[in-house]
């Protein structure tokens, strides 16, 4: 069990008892009441706002340190300017590295998408409108967005992306439900340079960044600002980060394989996986082909 859970259900208790305690000795004073709401309400809001306390769900903030090599991610894209500036840094230096891409910015820059995985890399999915509400959404609307989000990616390249990182990184407990829906493994990160809400200097992502840069690290930057209005710093301060990762003895992988996931599925092979499903459920009369 996570210690996010953990908490959660001494805290579920803590109250449980609370209320007992107040029926049985009589109601407590009005601001000892307001305290422990508050105090309560914090705690479940903790699990919203730090998914790594793996509160709602489990979310992969850092992968199995088993072998010298982290994981870089880029959220926010595809953009027709900074995305191949970074795709370019990459390929300098050898490195890998995954892109968690914004469905309708897929839908608008399909050959952006088609560059990425042409170069080697991997794609996750990040929403299709990048909502900064979305921790709000009911669990069916979060299916569907990432459902959404991976046709837009099928279209443009022809892979279905498993993993899902939500907007701005919240996970509520209905992102959570809507995530297991679509059986989009969650990712969080465990080193960021908070580079996507405005411009940061390269000196100041690599302090950020460079005591975080061990062995399964998942690493957030950014190849695109969420609106598109600036340049991320991830793009000038790449070829640093990725010098820093080389000294430490470490090389790049991607999440996929660094967590052991299924790799992403080519559209054939989703397809001929709906083929399989609609065989296997021949032999079961009226079970629905999307039951499974
Ligand atoms: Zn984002």
Do not use: N
């Not at 699990?47 to 982290?70: D, E, I, K, Q």
């Not at 509520?172 to 989009?184: L, V, W, Y």
């Not at 690290?217 to 600036?230: P, Q, T, W």
């Amino acid at each position: 069990m996570t210690p996010g859970r953990v908490l959660l259900w001494a805290c579920s208790f803590g109250g449980l008892g609370f209320s007992l305690a107040a029926a049985w000795f009589g109601p407590p004073a009005v601001w000892v009441v307001a305290v422990v709401l508050l105090a309560y309400l914090a705690i479940v809001l903790s699990g919203v706002f730090f998914p790594r306390l793996g509160m709602y769900a489990t979310v992969h903030c850092v992968a199995p340190s088993s072998v010298p090599a982290l994981a870089l991610t880029f959220d926010d894209g595809p953009h027709p300017q900074t995305t191949p500036a970074v795709l370019d840094i990459l390929e300098q230096h050898e490195a890998v590295a995954t892109f968690f891409v914004v469905g309708h910015k897929v839908d608008k820059y399909p050959e952006v998408v088609r560059e990425i995985v042409a170069r080697g890399h991997a794609l996750g999915l990040h929403g299709y409108q990048h909502e900064r509400l979305f921790a709000l959404r009911r669990p069916t609307d979060v299916a569907r967005d990432i459902e959404q989000t991976r046709d837009a990616v099928e279209r443009a390249c022809g892979v279905r992306p498993r993993a899902f990182r939500p907007p701005i990184g919240f996970v509520s407990p209905r992102t959570a439900a809507g995530a297991r829906r679509a059986q989009a493994p969650l990712i969080g990160w465990s080193v960021r340079a908070y580079d996507g809400t405005g411009h940061v200097s390269p000196e100041r992502m690599l302090r950020r960044i460079e005591p975080g840069l061990r062995a399964g690290a998942i690493v957030l930057l950014h190849d695109a600002a969420e609106r598109d209005d600036f340049v991320p710093g991830a793009v000038e301060a790449l070829p640093r980060i990725l010098e820093a990762i080389q000294r430490r003895g470490l090389t790049t992988a991607s999440l996929e394989r660094l967590l052991g996931f299924e790799p992403a599925k080519s559209a054939e092979a989703h397809s001929s996986d709906v083929g399989q499903r609609a065989l296997s459920h021949a032999d079961e009369p009226g079970k629905p082909l999307d039951a499974s």
